[in-house]
């Protein structure tokens, strides 16, 4: 038989509307208790699985004869009993010696017959006593007892204050979260006064085994006992709070499988409060994922290895961590795994126009690496660098490519990349260590063929950490690639499949070896019927959709567009003039949004009242001062038109040169002026007249710094039109290198250069007889109201250049 003990809680019920029960006491019912008698013999009830407390009310089922035949004879008489709790609760015939020595005295308030016929009996606790000599044994257990005295705080003790304040609050916070505990009961904790009573209620009722409670109950110190409580209920709110953040963890729909996952991650947190070893868990699941994938023995040979390392680790150590997260980084990566290639080259070709207009020989190029790959099944992956001036649509093409493809999409910005190990990753020895940028990408695009996009590859940086751009020479090898070797995974990885893509703006920054690896691909700049069309298909339904503006309400005409590139921008890309767009529609939004009149259609005087007043179109110069000559230029936003002024004043022959001019520019105005000199008599020029006059050659836009050997051909022009006071031809520029010898050269970025001139309104363009194969090369729709002129030595750039109109206002030279 067994005495079995409910907390309080549950019994309110059967105590409502029968004050004689209610389970709180007043100050006065304490001060009755402290005034109660002990009998002589005190009939001992030994009491299993609950430790009672004074003024606390609690059922206990009676089922031992003993207790049975006690209590109905103590009911019959003065009602007072012992209550004292067992050692061992296993114990169904306890003697004095299974007795602990102090209990409560308990007042019987009723006896109950149950339905199942056992008898319940409801007591309350009114003071500790302790049992001092064992009298009898039979029928029940007595002995003689005396009272405790407690030790109460001082009147006004703002400590035990505190605390009387902090167990309520603590006590309410569980009844609160925790899912078990009824209401009801914070309302019986609110509704205690005393703070003597409020210690006994709660150690009553809280969730700790009997010694623990048998502790509190020995404790004569109030004040103590109240600390014991509080450090017991911070430990129970510590436990819910563990349980209830596992529970929110799993939370969800429960089928087998969940189910099973609640259970392991309790276990896990467990374990990890109780500091005990959760690497058998974790070798599991890692074991579970290793079955899935599709890597070679090689590195199923590795992983197992590394996963023996990891078994005979202490989980306490710093290294186990170490392990782990390397062996999850090797479960993520994309070991032959591989997405399937769309080969449909029609479509291909229909998403690359769709996405950008123009750019029709890297288009072409892209076809043919898909139509060899559809023939022949499998190839190693090129690697292609686009390069060309910003804002053309380099890094977009990669976009374009992966959907062509059926290819996952990942990027990599290059730019201001210092450190060799953000290439090949760190040694996993390290504090920190992780792979590098390049298997991280691949990591995280989960696929082991998507097209790589390596963003602003000529921004490469180098320092005392290496040189990431010698790092990149094994990733940029079709025939080394296939087994790229990652410090941190420590074996290799096969990248052939990879599309890689470089994007650059400047060649000339990137390592010849680096270079030589890719196969180049200039992205040159757009006309300007090109940026309209660009516009008008993409940059305007972009900030229309970007701004909350609906089609209907903006539109702009072709020449309005045209307006917008020619007056408010200057580049070869169309990054500002997705700006300039960006703020019209902008403009837009703002009247919508204070409701203000608008028609759709914006005229060209709307475009200025929002913008303000355009530069103007032609930037070519008046031929009616001699010395001043179109050049053309090449800059890394594209091509340019620049100026080439000189002047005389009366000297001894010296030559200046400003304009932030580097030395090779320096050299060719050197070249062009020996040149003159060493043939004066083609220009009816007398040799000493070089020596009256002091030259000046100036470049304007002083504060742009200006090199390189393609403004040879101006400069002489610009020398002969300034010594024979002639006119230059009108609407005409020019560009190439010159030699002492008098020949011409050819240069570089000829169709960012004509494109520049037909920006300008220039007519008739100077170019090296060997850089005509660079003009078969561009489209014919740019080149129409342009002439070329083909030369081959300086003199033919002379004759065409120079008319046989003299300068106003001219000087006499010789």
């Known amino acids: 038989m067994n005495d079995k003990n409910d907390q309080l809680i549950n019994f309110t019920g059967m105590l409502d509307g029968d004050s004689e029960f209610i389970p709180l006491i007043t100050s006065d019912d304490e001060e009755a208790m402290e005034k109660m008698d002990l009998p002589e013999v005190l009939p001992i009830l030994p009491l299993r699985n609950n430790v009672l407390f004074p003024g606390v009310v609690i059922p206990i089922t009676v089922g031992r004869d003993k207790s049975i035949r006690l209590i109905q004879e103590a009911n019959k008489g003065s009602k007072i009993i012992g209550v004292v709790a067992q050692k061992n609760q296993d114990e169904e015939t306890p003697e004095f010696d299974d007795l602990y020595q102090v209990g409560t005295m308990a007042q019987i308030l009723r006896l109950l017959k149950m339905p199942d016929g056992t008898t319940t009996v409801i007591i309350q606790g009114k003071r500790r006593f302790e049992w001092k000599e064992a009298l ?27 605390m009387y304040e902090s167990m309520k609050d603590m006590a309410l916070q569980i009844i609160r979260d925790s899912p078990n505990i009824p209401s009801e009961a914070a309302f019986a904790i609110k509704n205690i006064e005393s703070p003597t009573f409020l210690v006994n209620f709660i150690s009553s009722n809280m969730n700790a085994d009997v010694e623990k409670k048998q502790g509190m109950l020995e404790e004569l110190d109030i004040k103590k006992r109240a600390q014991l409580v509080l450090e017991h209920l911070s430990f129970e709110i510590q436990l819910l ?62 992983f197992n290895k590394e996963m023996d390392r990891l078994q005979r680790m202490n989980p306490q150590a710093a290294e186990y961590t170490v392990q782990l997260n390397y062996l999850d980084n090797l479960l993520d990566l994309p070991w032959n795994e591989y997405t399937d290639d769309n080969l449909d080259l029609k479509r291909a070709d229909k998403i690359l126009n769709r996405d950008h207009y123009g750019l ?20 190693k992956s090129p690697i292609l660098c686009f390069y060309g ?10 976009k374009s490519i992966a959907e062509a493809l059926g290819r996952k999409y990942v990027r990599m910005s290059l730019g201001g990349v210092h450190d060799e190990s953000e290439i090949r990753g760190h040694r996993k020895t390290y504090i920190g260590a992780m792979p590098g940028r390049v298997v991280q990408s691949l990591k995280k695009a989960e696929s082991a063929n998507p097209v790589f996009v390596l963003d602003e590859i000529d921004k490469l940086g180098r320092s005392n950490h290496g040189d990431p751009s010698s790092a990149l020479l094994e990733v940029l090898d079709p025939e080394q690639n296939s087994s790229f070797y990652d410090n941190y995974v420590e074996t290799e990885f096969d990248l052939s499949k990879v599309m890689f893509i470089a994007t650059a703006n400047n060649l000339a920054t990137i390592q010849g070896p680096l270079r030589d690896r890719m196969e180049l691909i200039e992205v040159n700049g757009y006309t300007i019927e090109e940026k309209v069309e660009i516009a008008k298909r993409h940059l305007l339904p972009k900030q229309l959709e970007e701004h909350g503006v609906d089609k209907k309400q903006l539109s702009l005409t072709k020449s309005v567009l045209e307006k917008l590139v020619v007056e408010y921008t200057n580049e070869s890309g169309v990054r500002g003039l ?68 000189s002047s005389l004043t009366p000297g001894k022959g010296k030559l200046t040169l400003t304009g932030n001019l580097g030395d090779v520019m320096k050299e060719s105005a050197v070249i062009a002026l020996e040149y003159l000199k060493a043939h004066a008599k083609w220009f009816d020029l ?65 169709k960012e250069k004509v494109l520049a001139a037909k920006r300008a309104n220039i007519k008739e363009i100077i170019l090296c007889e060997k850089n005509k194969k660079d003009i078969g090369e561009i489209k014919p729709d740019y080149l129409k109201g342009l002439t070329f002129h083909y030369v081959r030595i300086m003199k033919e750039v002379v004759d065409i250049a120079l008319t046989k109109v003299d300068v106003k206002d001219k000087i006499t030279v010789n």
């Open 136 to 162: 009898e044994s039979e029928p029940f257990l007595k002995a003689t007892a005396e009272f405790l005295p407690e030790i109460k705080p001082e009147e006004n003790d703002r400590e035990f204050e505190a």
């Open 241 to 302: 709070d563990m349980r209830n953040q596992i529970q929110q963890k799993v939370k969800t729909d429960m089928d087998r499988q969940q189910r099973e996952y609640f259970l392991h991650q309790q276990m896990r947190t467990i374990q990890e409060e109780l500091g005990d070893n959760p690497q058998e868990q974790d070798v599991t699941d890692l074991r579970e994922r290793a079955s899935k994938k599709h890597w070679d023995e090689r590195v199923n040979k590795l």
């Open 360 to 379: 029709e020989k890297v288009k072409e190029r892209i076809l043919e690496y898909l139509a060899v790959l559809k023939l022949k099944g499998d190839m």
């Open 389 to 398: 001036p910003p804002g053309v649509g380099k890094t977009s093409l990669g």
């Open 578 to 645: 997705d700006k300039v767009v960006a703020k019209i529609v902008r403009n837009r939004a703002r009247q919508i949004a204070l409701e203000e009149e608008f028609t759709p259609k914006m005229t060209a005087e709307e475009v200025e009242k929002v913008l303000g007043p355009g530069r103007e179109k032609d930037r070519s110069i008046t031929n009616e001062v001699a010395g001043v000559v179109t050049g053309l230029a090449w800059t890394q936003v594209g091509g340019d038109i620049l100026f080439i002024e």
């Open 686 to 750: 007398k040799p000493e007249v070089f020596d009256k006059w002091n030259v000046h050659i100036h470049v304007p836009e002083g504060a742009t710094p200006k090199d390189g050997p393609s403004a040879g051909i101006t400069m002489l022009t610009s020398l002969a039109s300034l010594f024979t006071q002639k006119r230059v031809k009108k609407d005409l520029a020019m560009t190439g290198e010159i030699t002492l010898r008098g020949e011409v050269l050819p240069v570089g970025g000829i």
